[in-house]
């Protein structure tokens, strides 16, 4: 018969009751005390987070502010899809709706031929180099104005492939006006409206290729005023100054022949012809010139007669300020015959260092 075993029966390891399971069973605290702790982390993330929120906020509005004041606005495309993204001022910039969907192509439409191709230029080798550029462009806005904007755009590429090119837009009309405008104040005689003698003097010693011809400057013709000292000396320099501004309205007819009439000095004129214009064609502009300015001037009730004497000198082996001096002299020579006459300044075609004066005869 079986022996029966006095050793204790094995038993099943003790079940983990559901409370010795449950959080914060080590601690003694009640999971409702876990679960309040929780819920006051939560709600003090919560807090932080809509304060940073806040502050986010105020810190966009505060660019934005900045951004809108100075005219600036952001903008991104992806490549190479072309997919546009602009802030709101640059919206503002050309004059869209704020959010319209954006059609690359429409946009460039904004743009002068001119300015859209050299934007595309610069653009494809920007991108193609991983670099970036700055430009100055013109664009007709949505609403047809004419604006300045200055583009600066940087690419960003990955694993050396261009994927975004982005950068920002300033509206920079008021700056472009005012520097069109400095600049025709000092290429413009701002009592007869003719150029400035900075802008005759450039003309003069410009380049070939600055004016597209062979030769920059063909002829000088310089004008001098007879008898116009007495004018300021009897009637005042207002009287003086309202005669200068009707010589230039009268010397203003040499415009469509002439590159360049300018007032060089207080009663000196001058005029620059390319070399396309014929020499006897300018002989007769000298003379038309003496004919026009020996004509009586009615100015603030006064009968005013003037005059003008005429020196030409034609850019053989003389260019610049050898061209210049020898017109000058032209014009000393015509001033010393009795005025009211052009001289030429002629190179002798017998001796090649010899120089000649040729008068040109002047009959009213």
Known sequence: MPQVSDAPLPTRPPVETARSSAPGAASGRLPGASLADLEARVAAQAVLIDELRSELSHTQKIF????NAAQIGMWECELPGCSLKWTDAVYDLF???????LDREIILDLYPEATRIELERIRSKAIDA?????LDAEIDTALGRRRWIRITASVECVDGRPVRIFGMKQDITAEKNATLALRRMADCDSLTGLA????FQAQMTASPSETGETSPVGAVMLIDLDRFKPVNDLFGHLVGDLCLQEVGRRLAC???RSHCVARIGGDEFAALFGPQTPRAVIERLGQAVVRMLRRPMRVAGHRIDLGASVGIAFAGRST???LYGEADAALYAAKAAGRGLVRVFAEDKHSAPRRQLAEVSFHG
């Open 95 to 101: 004059e869209l709706p704020r959010g319209t969907s």
């Open 254 to 256: 040499l415009g469509p």
């Open 130 to 134: 991983g670099t970036g550029f700055v």
């Open 64 to 67: 934005d502010r900045a951004s």
């Open 196 to 199: 400035s003698r900075g802008r």
């Open 320 to 322: 610049g300020d050898a």
